[in-house]
């Protein structure tokens, strides 16, 4: 089908410690504790991504004289960082998305959601973000991709290839995008004479495992092939961000360029966890990587493949092999590229943090999309539905 138009790692870290005023005055603007900062009296650890200049309350010409205005705050990779009991304030981050590390009165640092001072949880200070140098301010071009995948290795049928012929038709999802591709294990026309791109099993590990609930096949390594041909194709060089959405995704793309907008950039490149208060926050409906983040997992795929222990995954396999998602975030961590936390990206059902508490326990969670101004919104499988979800949230921001 033809394309739709619509150095070395510079690590700055700051060794301040960020204190919580005992008064309160610093109130909502400190509470940026999604880059592990810190978090106030009342207010949850908040899920945007944050930049140290954010959160210090010091004039402008100070922040400049300190460098803080080329600075931005990054998280860890996971093995970087404590585990959920021990001690943080040495790595001072936390391996889980979402948690941040605070200073206690027992002067041991300790991984929490979010910290209430007196009681257990003691002063609740912040311990100092990891930050790296600024390298780029990017603007808002979007290369986006999609998959449809014919053999799925399940009965039940799938609506895949459905939903992106409507999203074709009328613009929506990757279709609005400056520039978009749709890959898949077929030919497949998604209408006006457009095709899906097809990949081939080079390696024969299509359909290696199925996922233990599912029933479907593994998607690791059809996506090391779809994220060969893009590398191949080059076009995904051309535009400032790389994204992934799922067709069962509702994705307005002219949001997320609305949330990218101040976004800035190390010279190794980021990508945005979009999920908390998991192991790894990288969740596959929609995949944000910068340009330079997505060429350092393209043009290293093969140590990744080679390297990562996908078919039989992580924490001894007690999951299962790695899907696609939690494959490109592990390859990229063992790149070195840089990582943020966005929780504002998605309302993901899949995700059990944006459930509500009582759905917490239900996988297969729908979320009202009514008033919802994230990016995307998932899961919605039929197009009946899905469009629905497109008419409530289209307009909010």
């Not at 005992?22 to 944050?50: D, F, Q």
């Not at 929490?112 to 790296?132: I, R, S, Y």
């Not at 950039?265 to 983040?293: H, I, R, T």
Request: some cysteine.
């Amino acid at each position: 089908m033809s394309y739709a138009m619509a150095e070395s790692n510079v690590q700055e870290e700051d060794t301040l410690l960020l204190r919580r005023e005992t008064n309160g005055r610093l109130g909502k603007a400190l509470a940026v504790g999604a880059a592990g900062l810190l978090a106030v009296v009342g207010t949850s650890a908040a899920t945007t991504v944050a930049t140290l200049k954010m959160a210090t309350p010091a004039h402008g010409d100070v922040r400049a004289a300190e460098g803080l205005d080329e600075m931005l705050v990054v998280k860890p990779a996971y093995e970087s960082c404590a585990k959920a009991k021990e001690n943080c304030l040495e790595p001072r981050c936390c391996a889980g998305s979402g948690y941040s590390c605070f200073k206690t009165s027992s002067g041991r640092g300790q991984c929490m959601k979010e910290c209430t001072p007196g009681g257990l949880n003691g002063t609740c200070e912040g311990v100092a973000p990891h930050m790296k140098k600024v390298a780029a301010s990017p603007g808002g071009s979007l290369f986006c991709f999609s998959c449809y995948t014919s053999n799925t290795g399940s009965e039940k049928p799938s609506h895949e290839l459905e939903l992106l012929q409507m999203q074709h038709e009328n613009a929506w999802n990757i279709f609005s995008c400056a520039e978009w591709a749709v890959y898949s294990d077929v030919d497949a026309p998604l209408g006006g004479g457009d095709m899906t791109i097809r990949v081939e099993d080079v390696k024969g590990d299509f359909h290696f495992a199925k996922r233990k609930e599912a029933k479907t096949w593994i998607n690791t390594g059809m996506f090391v092939q779809i994220w060969t041909a893009i590398r191949d194709a080059g076009h995904a060089t051309n535009h400032d961000w790389v994204v992934k959405a799922d067709a069962d995704a509702v994705f307005f793309p002219w949001k997320l360029v609305d949330m990218l907008r101040d976004a800035t950039v190390p010279a190794e490149g980021l990508y945005m966890e979009n999920c908390k208060f998991v192991d790894w926050g990288y969740f596959g409906n929609l995949e944000v990587f910068s340009k330079q983040a997505f060429s350092t997992l393209v043009n290293n795929l093969d140590t990744c493949y080679t390297s990562l222990p996908w078919k039989v995954g992580v924490h001894g396999g007690k999951h299962g092999p790695m899907g696609e998602d939690l494959f490109a975030q592990k390859c990229m961590d063992l790149l070195g590229v840089a990582k943020q936390e966005n929780f504002g990206l998605t309302t993901d059902g899949a995700c059990e943090a944006d459930r509500p508490t009582e759905e917490k326990k239900n996988k297969k969670f729908i979320p009202n999309c009514a008033g919802v101004s994230t990016p995307s919104i998932h899961p919605f499988k039929k197009p009946e539905a899905y469009r629905e979800c497109w008419a409530q949230a289209a307009s909010v921001h």
